[in-house]
């Protein structure tokens, strides 16, 4: 394998691998010994050191999750990776590793549920001063990092709403207070958008999503710089969040045809947007591909797809409508997942936004009749003609 930067496509298939091929193995074996033997006791203490390279316990490192971590790192241009059991054990090892009590964190108010608790429940235990600005408000956000702060932490798009948030011009300002930038990227991946080419520092995935795609393993991964990923691995590694071999496994087997399956989403999600957006009983559909999206000029310049992630309103915004379209879905799981080969839905009542009242969802801009769609590598006709199905239940008359 060359050194040179492989089209996407080829390096899904060849990025980690070839290092780790045993007896001629053609795939990366799955390496599951707790601990490597060696005979030379002064070999040892030079690995132990990280003067050579090689493996010593598996809490800390394994051949079969450096391969993955090796072809995520590849696709996203980094320097370094390191990995986690699932996406919140590296989004929590990368916060807990980087702040001190006394330090500031700006955000969003919609990142991830799992972080949104971080940042509201945990860091403010530690003394982390913690600021969520409204996701679409930038200039609000620019004035909140300008106060000064330790690490802005960016999601795009989000989940549900797909809002978009300027990861060039948020990281400039945040390079002008000294602060690091983490951008949570797995609703686009690593096919749709590269933080770190945006001038990001560090860019993170839960790989359970659309990098292993198969709904059959849960993984998280960041990459960025050498000293940045250190500090990272090296909480990870003490607080044991590692990633399972058999996983790391799963995620490489699925990451082979990431960008294939991503450019059948990119194209099926916009297709289903742009259907949707024409039907009476959707009232309002959130895709930073439509042009009515309030981000889609941010979007179009910062990624090349845009996902395969959807929303939409019902016209009759009740959870009883959602009751009603959702189970005459056939060609959908109805689960709180996202990002696998199959279609998968969910109303943020029961999935990412479970925890809150409707109050609260109706104040974080969240309807009661929204629905998330994930769209899958189905057939996108057949996809098209169940959601046309499930959505006559409220055919009038
Ligand atoms: C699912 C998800 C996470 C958390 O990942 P887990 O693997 O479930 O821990 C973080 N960020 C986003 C955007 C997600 O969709």
Redesign the pocket.
């Known amino acids: 394998m060359t050194n040179a930067p492989l089209h996407p496509a080829t390096g899904c298939i060849w990025y980690g691998e070839e290092t780790y091929l045993m007896q001629g193995a053609t795939q990366v074996p799955v390496v599951h010994s707790v601990a490597y033997g060696y005979d030379d006791l002064d070999e040892w203490l030079a690995v132990a050191r990280g003067e050579k390279p090689g493996h010593i316990y598996g809490r800390n490192t394994n051949p079969t999750v450096h391969a993955f971590e090796e072809k995520v790192r590849l696709l996203e241009g980094a320097e370094a990776a390191t990995s986690a059991s699932?996406?919140?054990?590296i989004?929590s090892s990368t916060l807990f590793a980087l702040l001190t009590p006394g330090q500031r964190v700006v955000s969003v108010k919609d990142t991830?549920g799992?972080?949104n608790v971080i940042f509201t429940e945990f860091l403010p235990r530690i003394n982390v001063d913690v600021t969520l600005c409204d996701t679409t408000d930038h200039e609000q956000i620019e004035v909140e990092i300008r106060k000064g702060c330790d690490v802005v932490y960016l999601?795009s798009p989000t989940?549900p709403t797909t809002k978009v948030v300027n990861i060039a011009l948020l990281s400039k300002v945040a390079h002008e207070v000294g602060a690091v930038v983490i951008v949570?990227n797995?609703?686009a991946t690593p096919i749709n958008q590269n933080p770190l080419q945006l001038g990001a520092d560090l860019v993170l995935h839960?790989a359970?999503?659309f990098l292993g795609g198969h709904a059959d393993a849960?993984?998280?991964v960041i990459c960025g710089s050498q000293d940045l990923i250190d500090a990272i691995y090296h909480y990870r590694e003490i607080n044991g969040a590692t990633l399972h071999p058999m996983a790391a496994y799963l995620l490489l087997r699925g990451m082979k045809t990431l960008e294939l399956r991503i450019r059948q989403q990119n194209a099926s999600a916009l297709q289903i947007a742009q259907y949707l957006e024409n039907h009476p009983a959707v009232e309002k559909v959130n895709y930073p591909g439509l042009t009515s999206h309030s981000g889609h000029d941010i979007a179009s310049e910062q990624m090349r797809g845009f996902g395969g992630m959807l929303s939409f309103r019902l016209q009759e915004d009740s959870f009883d409508a959602v009751r009603r379209f959702v189970p005459r879905l056939k060609l959908a799981h109805a689960a709180a997942n996202?990002g696998a080969v199959e279609t998968i839905v969910g109303p943020p009542a029961t999935t990412s936004h479970v925890e809150c009242t409707p109050e609260e969802r109706q104040a974080m801009g969240i309807p009661e009749s929204l629905i998330r769609y994930s769209t899958g590598i189905e057939n996108v006709d057949d996809l098209i003609a169940d959601l046309a199905q499930a959505l006559s239940v409220f055919d009038k008359g």
């Open positions: 699932t996406g919140m054990g989004i991830y799992g972080t999601e989940n949570d797995t609703f839960s359970t999503k849960l993984g998280g996202l």
